[in-house]
């Protein structure tokens, strides 16, 4: 059956593209990259073949879902663990949605501390200082992690690794989940209470109707002065025009973000020789107390490998039975 599969392979990058015919090189399924995002313009490439493969920012709505059922695709498969941006309920009856729900949780946690480390202790700025020969220490204060209370708001398995690497560093850890992990010693608190009482707030849960702007002018109002904020799961979660606002207004004491709400036409692509049009990304950018990557978290070569293997593992399976175990329903 193998070699008969067809895969269009929608926001192809290089790392994509190598990881995946080095997984491929046993099965021998027909992958097609195409550079372009599927969305609702260019979901006619999709025509012939027999699965989709899709990240965070392709659009699998309502309307690519008819699409991609007229054109006889039977699969969406999905090379990320989160699947907000399908329509699964309207993709039940027509095609199968599968996903990589764990690819390295050490990747995205390490991120996360990495991220935090150089806020906090300035090294992104002593970076380029010393590039300029200059070595003074003004303005390059920071402050310990050991002893700080960190609020860790999902305790899937990247925030557990997350949590352990904080408890490393001697810091406090209460946690916040809607279906807490049973049997562990994580100390679960209300939502509330993450915002009252953490130095510093990560976000490793998934993007739903319920979480979407948990972090907002309400909420911010509720943390504690000077507090830090790491999210490297969706953008979403945090409203970016409050948190903006709560860093103007210094109740904000910093912010650590891979992600962004309206990230889709941004990251991942070179825009440096372009003007930039989002006016509150480039304000958050432009703050010095902000540091941003694209969406980076992902990007190690284990990762890289473990999706491209679970990838096709999931449409090889999905395709012969009609089934998967990391399918994505109603």
Same mark, same amino acid.
């Given at each position: 059956?193998?070699?008969?599969?067809?895969?269009?392979f929608?926001?192809?990058k290089?790392?994509?593209?190598?990881?995946?015919? +080095?997984?491929?090189?046993?099965?021998?399924?027909?992958?097609?990259?195409?550079?372009t995002?599927l969305?609702?313009d260019?979901?006619?490439?999709?025509?012939?073949?027999?699965?989709?493969? @899709?990240?965070?920012?392709?659009?699998?709505?309502e309307? @690519?879902?008819? %699409?991609?059922?007229k054109?006889? *695709?039977k699969?969406? $498969?999905?090379?990320?663990a989160?699947?907000?941006n *399908?329509?699964? $309920?309207?993709?039940?009856?027509?095609?199968?949605?599968?996903r990589v729900? $764990?690819?390295s949780p050490?990747?995205v946690a390490?991120?996360?501390?990495?991220?935090l480390?150089?806020?906090i202790?300035r090294?992104h700025k002593?970076?380029t200082r010393?590039?300029?020969?200059n070595f003074?220490?003004?303005?390059l204060m920071?402050?310990?992690?050991?002893?700080?209370? *960190?609020g860790?708001?999902?305790?899937?398995?990247i925030?557990?690794v997350?949590?352990?690497?904080?408890r490393?560093?001697?810091m406090?850890?209460?946690?916040y989940?809607?279906?807490?992990a049973?049997?562990?010693d994580i +100390?679960? *608190?209300d939502?509330?209470?993450?915002?009252?009482?953490s130095?510093?707030?990560?976000?490793h849960?998934p993007?739903?109707?319920e979480?979407r702007?948990?972090?907002n002018?309400?909420?911010?109002? %509720?943390m504690k002065?000077g507090?830090?904020l790491?999210n490297?799961s969706?953008?979403a979660?945090i409203?970016a025009?409050?948190?903006?606002?709560?860093?103007r207004?210094?109740?904000?004491? $910093?912010a650590?973000?891979?992600?962004?709400?309206?990230?889709?036409?941004v990251?991942?692509?070179?825009?440096?020789?372009?003007i930039?049009e989002d006016?509150?990304?480039?304000?958050?950018?432009?703050?010095?107390n902000?540091?941003?990557t694209s969406?980076?978290?992902f990007?190690t070569?284990?990762?890289l490998?473990?999706?491209?293997?679970?990838?096709?593992?999931n449409?090889d +399976?999905?395709?012969?039975?009609?089934?998967c175990e990391?399918?994505?329903t109603?």
């Amino acid at each position: 059956m193998s070699d008969k599969v067809k895969i269009a392979f929608f926001d192809a990058k290089d790392y994509d593209i190598t990881s995946f015919e +080095e997984a491929n090189k046993d099965r021998g399924y027909k992958i097609k990259y195409f550079d372009t995002k599927l969305n609702e313009d260019t979901v006619k490439l999709a025509k012939g073949y027999d699965a989709v493969c @899709v990240f965070v920012n392709d659009t699998i709505d309502e309307k @690519v879902i008819d %699409s991609l059922y007229k054109k006889g *695709v039977k699969l969406v $498969a999905l090379r990320c663990a989160g699947f907000n941006n *399908v329509d699964v $309920a309207k993709a039940a009856g027509k095609v199968g949605v599968v996903r990589v729900p $764990a690819y390295s949780p050490y990747a995205v946690a390490e991120h996360a501390m990495a991220l935090l480390l150089t806020s906090i202790r300035r090294i992104h700025k002593a970076y380029t200082r010393t590039k300029d020969f200059n070595f003074s220490l003004n303005g390059l204060m920071g402050f310990d992690l050991h002893g700080k209370t *960190v609020g860790v708001v999902g305790t899937g398995k990247i925030g557990r690794v997350f949590i352990d690497i904080c408890r490393g560093f001697g810091m406090n850890v209460i946690a916040y989940d809607k279906f807490p992990a049973k049997d562990t010693d994580i +100390e679960y *608190v209300d939502i509330d209470k993450i915002w009252e009482k953490s130095d510093i707030i990560s976000f490793h849960c998934p993007l739903t109707d319920e979480t979407r702007h948990m972090v907002n002018k309400k909420s911010i109002k %509720s943390m504690k002065k000077g507090v830090v904020l790491i999210n490297t799961s969706r953008g979403a979660l945090i409203d970016a025009d409050a948190l903006l606002e709560g860093i103007r207004s210094r109740h904000i004491g $910093a912010a650590c973000l891979d992600v962004y709400e309206e990230e889709a036409d941004v990251f991942f692509e070179d825009r440096s020789g372009h003007i930039f049009e989002d006016d509150t990304l480039a304000r958050l950018i432009s703050m010095p107390n902000v540091i941003v990557t694209s969406h980076q978290a992902f990007l190690t070569e284990e990762a890289l490998t473990n999706i491209a293997h679970t990838t096709l593992s999931n449409i090889d +399976e999905y395709l012969k039975t009609g089934k998967c175990e990391n399918e994505v329903t109603v």
